[in-house]
């Protein structure tokens, strides 16, 4: 008997160990999105605000990361604790990530996802938003805004988890398996607000109010962005399944496998969509609009991986794919919204969109009490994402303000923010670099 236990005590220390290095193992592929992030954006700004992009791309990871140790996991714990009737409130336990080393690998891949929801929003404002502005709402993002809205929906605890007090009401807790909305969709609609309250580059439009396009200086870096977020969605989605061994050593194959199939078919199906919905449209396929489409399948497809069909994996990344264009041209050309990048297309609508359409493709059946939740943990995360962001720009547009001048815009964000030129040998003096390839922009407008 006594050997039967120490036997089953190291099979669950081995199962433990393997999930921890799991874990870490697709911690490191979801950092290596921060690159994919880096050139996506610079590749679709002009050439003189191609150092801005990434500088701020390293301001999000390096300070977010600091913030989120600091306050952010500490404002999820406690939004979980008061999301639920009869949890306690322990502001002692919601930061003991402080000082407890076995939870440190679990912060990290908190952290990793925290920081995703916060660079998404440097595409959508580039151009024009003043690096300190920009630096303050990074913080607060990681601090507060994002934490509420995952503390609300993950953890188990929260007020759309199957404890809360919504998820008791409606009887079912909210599914968003890798953070659709938790995540991207809160970038994509922080990205919206944001781009709004700036208002548009100059020359944006003209002045009948028509959008004029102002295309990216460097495709190839949009599309080789795309592929490494690609690559390092794996660890997104699939590393959100961390258990990989239970604890009597059984091996979750089928679990792993449902969502690395799901991902990449709607990676698939949102990039050959996206490519159809162009090329009836424009006539011509643009790779601008096709790499926004994978990456929009992709989202779509990140909270419902663990918990639809393969079809509906297909249908999700079609959906989330074909929609792109048409959420782009709607957002620039109805909305009068300058979002450079096409950050709401993308990661706004397409993770609206596939979460809410889990409950038509769930293994376990439709639900109408489920597809409520859905609409309303989707409904609940965007008013709180547009607020939040809404009244946060707004202080930092009191206290320092949000836009650099016009002589700075014009100039470019990489001389007048950060002295300097991302390519100085094509520059005279480094001053003028509006001539250098194409101008900034995500995708062909017409």
Known sequence: MLGTYALQSDVTAIADSINNVWILTVTFLIFFMQPGFALLEAGQVRAKNAANVVMKNMWDWSAGVLVYFLIGAGVFAVVGQIGSPGTAFDIGGAMSHISDPGSWVGWLFGAVFAMTAATIVSGAVAGRIKFSAYAVYAVVITAVIYPVVAGSAWGGTGLL???????????????????????????????????????????????????????????????????????????????????????????????????????????????????????????????????????????????????VTWVGGLVIGIVGGATTPFVFRWVVDSLGVDDVVGVFAVHGSAGFIGTMMIPFFDVAGFSFSQLVMQVAGVGLIGTWTVLATMVTMGAIDAVIGLRVSENEESQGLDVSEHGMSSYPEFTESGQDEGSVGLSEGSFADD
């Open 161 to 307: 988890s199957s404890t809360g007090y919504l998820g008791q009401a409606l009887g079912v807790g909210y599914k968003d398996f890798a953070g659709a909305t938790v995540v991207h969709a809160v970038g994509g609609i922080a990205g919206l607000t944001a781009a709004y309250m700036l208002g548009p580059r100059r020359d944006r439009y003209d002045p009948e109010g028509n959008s004029v396009p102002i295309p990216g200086h460097n495709v190839i870096y949009a599309v080789l962005g795309t592929l490494i977020l690609a690559f390092g969605w794996y660890g997104f989605n699939v590393g959100t399944q961390a258990t990989v061994l239970t604890t009597d050593g059984a091996f979750q194959g089928g679990a792993l496998g449902r969502v690395a199939l799901n991902t990449t078919l709607a990676m698939g199906a949102g990039m050959v969509a996206s490519t159809a919905v162009t090329t009836f449209w424009q006539g011509k396929p643009d790779p601008l609009f096709s790499a926004n489409g994978l990456l929009a399948g992709l989202v779509a497809i990140t909270g419902a991986c663990a918990h």
